[in-house]
């Protein structure tokens, strides 16, 4: 369990390892998460840029932790809303920790675990349909992240603006 800096709301953490004693030279050297939220129809909706950034090294780790509002507020679209915040690689993976609904105080944030056997027999099944041996060497994992995600899903009796705090390490 790794502390969570102290801020407002909160929408993932990261269990990634990186090499004792490797230090981040700048917050812009760390790959950038694709945040996805969508309403009940499942258009995509897009997050606005990171607020509240900050970077530390903790223990051989480095945890960056940030917020992600809705790009739009929710009272301008279709509730309910369902964020994920997931590498589509799987290269960082992240554990939502909190979450912070702004708005109709009716508003409500259900948070859903992502079933991990379940993404992992996906992942399985993708490579058992591969020939490893004669694939090329510069072959791509497919888009996997999304799959180990957790989610959030928004609902309420008037409208609101979800915002996650995002964490990664």
Known sequence: SWPSPPVEAGCGAADTRIAPGLRPTSPTGLRTTRGTSSSAAGAHLPLAPREDEEVTFVEGRVIEAHRRPLATPASAIEIPVTVKIFDPYYYVAYTVTGVTVRGDPSCEATLIRADLKA????????WAGLDRASAPRDMQLPPIGEAFSDRVEVRCGGRAS???KARRS
């Open 119 to 126: 993404a992992q027999a996906e992942v399985d099944a993708t």
């Open 162 to 164: 979800p915002s996650c």
